[in-house]
């Protein structure tokens, strides 16, 4: 039995027991809501997993075509300076309304071949450890940094982890919060786990209507939490990934409206959209002096948590 | 800033649950084997008498293990993990926590407290991999930045022993966002020029080891650590590829220039009042 | 400060001396190993007409194939090589240079000055192979140092186009130690905020490329390039090591994250013109 | 024919120029004067490769070796978080007369075995990016800084080379430019180039009496420019690179006694010089600020050069 099919059942089952409460006058309100309640937890599992279904479209536009369309020109940087270059992270110079910025993000490619060479955005240590690179050049020249999240997570093989792909993500972290320049960061399509938030570390974190953000895959929920993979949408669906989710979590700061059917289906007015708010919210941050940006950006995420007091509940928020 | 709670303090709070799978006076070593006496294993810290293996440690017996006797004073934070999202899934979070608190007897993952070792006195904090694999949530995220908190205020050397799987998936993104906010309040430590040693132990892995794990200013891994990101399974089935025997393993991380060290457990504190003896704390530079 | 001599200014110094080596009308292409007539190859700055084989760059051509016409003001210090160790193998070095200085018509290997590329002001400087192999030696590091003090104090972008076969041995330790200097200079430039674009062509290896050369903020390779620390003879003789095909090549260096990009040379300039573009000069952040 | 047979038949000439002279009463002396000074080139080839030798032998201490003699403790931290621990370079925390330095060191082993792991000192890229996360650590908690020159250069080979050992050189270098502590540094063996001043970048450079510190390893400088690596000795005398002679260039500030015969002949003896010398040089350094530290430092190599200037002869040292 499909989801679909396990609503359309339990709808069903509502019908004739409102047709049962009419007819017989009984009060079956209480069986009412909690089948009522069921119905909306069962149905937001299709909804959540609809949204990860589009933030995967393979049309869905990518971070190069986002450049394309936000940014005056583009000047790639390539190379850790280390040992390579990885093609799941790209960034370097782009001129944004009349200004220098820096910018990194996942890169999925946009085609088979490209999906190939980019590993479909999972980038290695290699793509942190140049995408670290990128932000100190930019943080050098007092350039706003924007970063764009679109990956499964970090590539999961035996070269990453030889290449200690968990420290490369922990001081890509380290490194945003030394930044001194303003960072915005736009989660564009996939959020996945660390290997997301390794270059999601902003002063402002927005999201495109048709992303998602997870500390997991939904797939990967599910299978160890359900013991089978086929639960994903129930995992997509619990996991509160999506983007009103989040904003009502309070973990990013805005949700950016994507063309109806989502960004693929109008990519010009879904860069539109974020080309709206990337300036509004940079235009915002460039008052704040960058001692204070440093300080104000410790703080947004020291304060994130939600915990159970013994004396008292605590919504961790904003430094406290 | 809510100082008072720093002040707080009161002795181990740590509670060895002697019913359940504690309670037996006989346990299975997976080194060699052999039913060995439980009482003995404690005794030597959790290496097994007869092949010298390894068990889990509590966080009280890793406590016991490192810490001068008697020093230890609990400043953990009196929170426990909260339902963030309303998570359900065969089972609702909540129960599992509940679940993991009786079996353990801690009332969450992690314990933080001041400490001396060889008359160091250091911040220490431990997880419990007991607890919910010693996943890091939004508790684990507030308890260790505390004690960093701590440590800097005081200028302590700061201690971290972790043991955990990763993320605490039932807290969703706030279980992410744990890695920013503890490497946060890591550089509010190294502001304060005070050391921070990394002690990896089997497993420390995921979201913990790509962040606050692998940011020690010293990082030394237990023998018979698995250190990594990836899971074996994940990389497996991503890949296809076939894991050498001793990937992830403390000689492969050490191999790969990931940590400094790797150390016995028995010599582990000794290790730990050696290294904290070459920092001269709270001096600012 | 010697001040005064960054006030000094002469238009270009660089002759290209029409005799010997550069006196046939026909040169031979290492690319297809046709004769091709070298004023063509001139005019189209040093690739072959027939298979698009570069030839070496005189430091002047390079200069003329980067900036704006009749822009270039040489800058240089009016300095020579000195010897300072009395040095002597087969030859005297003092005779090596005043060799060099007759075959080339320059007073030594690098050349600096201001000029602007796509209008924008900017500080350049140019090794030239011809001269005892580009090779740095006290004169280069002087040179260098001076143009990004020049660069730094000016807030104009500095670009140092290099072809080197790495340190002027002749010079000892005092070739060795321009290493740092250079690097001193660097650090000048990063504390006023200016960017440094370094260009590496045929060959940037040895001293120079494991010091000055490595520290810009962009890294361009040009096609063809040579780019690496140590010689491929000494390599294979010290491990016994089959290279790879493409060692040491730009694409070897683009692969391996050395360079941020590689360029044919003809569309040099309008890359550097491009890159410079985004900086916003002297702004201090 | 051997160097030393002839210095035995120039010697012989001169006896007999001068007896001839003598004897017949003509002036010879521009002859003599020629094959005095030919006498003095030659013979200085000996002593340099006889010191460069020295500088090389089997049993001569290493940079462990003077760890164990100089310091109460020593805790070797590895690893350069990036992919590997090089042996060829060791490093850690120390405490040295009462006081916590962090020390780096090139180490070439002290047996076959361990000369085969350390490669005999030759390090690459793991090597000084382990070495420059030492001295960062060193620097961010005030703690001097000692670091133990002794390499025949950095390793030649492949993986060298692809994981950017040029960058990896360049970076140590600036990396010491901006250390904010005390750096003192030894050259107790070989000084090979780059190799070794990756980690040379000093307040103070001393030598012992026998290391040596050249731009190209004699037996390199030969087959160059002499087209034979069999002149070494006379490549040796050419570069001046015994400690007297950089003592006398103003490249190093001091030489380090070695007991007769060389350090090898009695380890200790040579680490009590090398105590003092550095203990010497490390309280001059204590009371010099931070931030007029890394100025001296700049200073002193922006310094380093000679050359001949058209309108005046310019000796460049100590920032003009
Ligand atoms: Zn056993
Ligand atoms: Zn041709």
């Known amino acids: 039995m499909t989801i679909e099919d396990l609503i359309a059942e339990l709808q069903n089952k509502l019908a004739e027991l ?15 809501a909690e089948l009522e309640e069921k119905v909306a937890r069962i149905s937001w599992g299709p909804r959540a997993w609809e949204q990860v279904k589009l933030a995967r479209h393979p049309s869905r536009p990518t971070t190069l075509d986002y450049l394309d369309l936000l940014m005056d020109d583009f000047y790639e940087l390539h190379g850790d300076r280390l040992y390579g270059d990885d093609k799941a992270i790209v960034g370097g110079l782009a001129k944004f309304e009349g200004r220098t910025v820096a910018v990194v993000g996942h890169q999925k490619g946009r085609n088979p071949a ?49 290449r200690n792909i968990g420290g490369a993500i922990a001081d890509s972290i380290y490194n945003m919060l030394r930044l001194r320049t303003p960072v915005v960061v736009a989660v564009i399509g996939e959020g996945g786990s660390g290997g997301a938030l390794a270059i999601g570390v902003g002063d402002r974190v927005l999201m495109l209507e048709n992303a998602y953000y997870s500390v997991i ?29 989040l904003l009502d979590l309070g973990v990013i700061d805005e949700v950016v409206q994507e063309p109806a059917g989502g960004a693929h289906t109008a990519p010009k007015a879904a860069a539109r959209n974020l080309r709206e708010a990337l300036l509004r919210h940079l235009d915002e941050l460039r008052a704040v002096v960058p001692g204070e940006l440093v300080n104000q950006r410790r703080r947004r995420f020291r304060g994130m948590g939600i915990c159970e007091g013994a004396v008292e509940t605590m919504r961790l928020r904003n430094g406290e | 800033m809510k100082i008072s709670w720093f002040r707080r303090q009161q002795y181990v709070q740590v509670k060895l649950d002697q019913r359940g799978e504690q309670g037996a006076l006989w346990v299975k070593c997976a080194g060699c084997g052999d039913l060995v006496f439980r009482e003995r294993v404690r005794e030597k810290h959790g290496v097994c008498p007869r ?7 509590t966080a009280q017996e890793r406590i016991s293990l490192l810490v001068d006797e008697d020093s230890f004073v609990d400043v953990s934070r009196p929170i426990v993990a909260a339902d963030p999202l309303g998570f359900t899934d065969c089972r609702p979070y909540l129960e599992r926590l509940k679940e993991a608190q009786d079996r353990t007897g801690l009332p969450n993952e992690t314990v933080v407290g001041r400490a001396r070792m060889g008359n160091t006195p250091v911040v220490l904090a431990v997880t419990d991999f007991r607890f919910i694999g010693g996943s890091m949530g939004s508790v684990m995220g507030e308890q260790l930045s505390c004690a960093m908190d701590i440590a800097a205020q005081e200028l302590s050397p700061f201690v971290l022993v972790s043991s955990t799987g990763g993320a605490r998936m039932q807290e969703g993104i706030f279980s992410l966002m744990q890695m920013v906010k ?7 430590l190294e502001r304060a020029c005070v050391p921070f040693v990394s002690v990896m132990t089997y497993p420390t892995t995921g979201g913990v080891f790509a962040s606050i794990a692998s940011l020690g200013d010293v990082a030394i891994a237990e023998k018979g650590a698995l250190i990594g990101f990836a899971g074996r399974r994940v990389i497996e089935q991503t890949t296809g590829e076939r894991l050498p025997s001793d990937f992830q393993t403390e000689a492969f991380a050490f191999d790969h220039g990931i940590v400094d060290r790797v150390v016995e457990r028995t010599k582990l504190r000794e290790e730990l009042i050696r290294v904290l003896s070459f920092f001269p704390v709270g001096r600012s530079p």
Chains 1, 4 share one sequence.
Not at chain 1, 143 to 153: C, E, K, N, Q, R
Not at chain 2, 51 to 57: K, P
Request: hydrophobic share 40%; charged share 25%; proline share 7%.
């Open chain 1, 18 to 32: 409102r047709k049962f409460a009419r007819e017989n006058g009984r009060d079956v309100s209480a069986e009412i």
């Open chain 1, 217 to 245: 895959s939904p797939e990967g929920c599910a299978a160890i939490l359900w013991g089978d993979r086929g639960r994903a949408p129930e995992a997509a669906a619990a996991l509160r990934l999506t983007a009103p989710d």
């Open chain 1, 114 to 162: 490209e999906n190939h060479a980019c590993r479909y955005g999972m980038a290695g240590p290699a793509g942190y450890r140049k995408a670290a690179r990128i932000m100190g050049l930019g943080d050098r020249f007092g350039l706003p940094i924007i970063t764009f999240i679109d990956t499964p997570g970090a590539y999961p093989g035996i070269e990453a982890e030889e």
């Open chain 2, 182 to 188: 503890t490497a946060a309040a890591r550089r509010d």
């Open chain 2, 51 to 57: 092949c010298g293996a390894y068990f889990f440690l």
